[in-house]
């Protein structure tokens, strides 16, 4: 059996603010003062989306999903399997998957799956080994990414800066795909490396056993220098088992799809990697990083143009610290 992606949605707020809005509202808030234009600067982000008062991270998978839906020309009823696949949502419990359900109008078995910005992409690996085991004949995954809520409005010590600053790389937004069985291409090949003993590097401590309450704990914090330096060291080689096993060079994919935290980090990656530079799909001057929805909003930029054969590899970086990639295969 071949299993693909036959239907993509993405779903972007309408509110926008530049990166020297966002800086300069964490600035006066604060009691610390920062040099015009650093954040701007030091990520290569220009501007991103952030979800308004009423939309939450399942409002932004809902669309998405209706988006992804309609592309497959299905009905929600045609679904049996929602996996709401993202490192926010609405609430610890019950599962965010249920929500998006109501509001779609869907019947599926319908669960979370949740591994930092890698979520979305397990959520499909994970709908695709459900489909060939049987337990499911048509998957919708969703993610609905609202991480500008865990930013700090404001910085009162230049050590607080330092440990919120990846938390100023975010933006909001949602993405979703169809998958079922295809008659051909669909998803060939799909790895993962994991580094746990990384899990401190960086995340979101509260609402757990550990820190079940308080405001200091609900805020994203972590060490951006020593995340790239594992990624750095543990990316390449992933890839060089991909190619070694598909046979596929870069140059064969129509498009290279990667997880995106900063320019300067995206242009590592180049470096390090060889990655050619036209097979990307930059996002994140525009967006930021929109943690899992990453990939999905990329994909859903590039598939209009996907002819049936074009192979597109995806590149998940996710913290805790795991990598992730899939080959897919345009049906």
Known sequence: MYVGITGVGAYLPEREITTGELQDGVAAAGGVRLPRGLFARLTGIERRRVAGPGEYASTLALHAAQAALARAELDPLDIDLLLFAS??????????????????????????????????????????????????????????????????????????????????????????????????????????????????????????SRHPRGDEHTYFAGDGHRLRGVFEKVGASILDRVRARTGFEHTDYAKILVHQVTLPYLDRFVEVTGVPRDRLEVTVTGLGNVASATLGVQLARVFPDLQPGDKVLFMGLGGGVSIMTMVWECS
């Open 87 to 208: 490192a926010s949502r609405d609430m610890v419990e019950p599962a965010t998957a249920h929500i998006v359900q109501t509001a779609l109008g869907s019947r599926a078995h319908a669960l979370d799956v949740t591994n930092a910005c890698n979520s979305f992409v397990n959520g499909i690996d994970l709908a695709r080994s459900m489909i060939l085991a049987g337990r499911a004949r048509r998957a919708l995954v969703v993610t609905g990414e609202t991480p500008t809520r865990v930013m700090r409005s404001r910085v009162d010590s230049l050590e607080q800066a330092r440990r919120a600053f990846a938390g100023f790389t975010f933006g909001d937004a949602g993405a979703a795909v169809v998958v079922e069985p295809v008659e051909r291409g669909g998803i060939l090949d799909i790895d993962t490396e994991t580094h746990s003993q990384h899990w401190t590097v960086g995340g979101i401590p509260g609402g757990g």
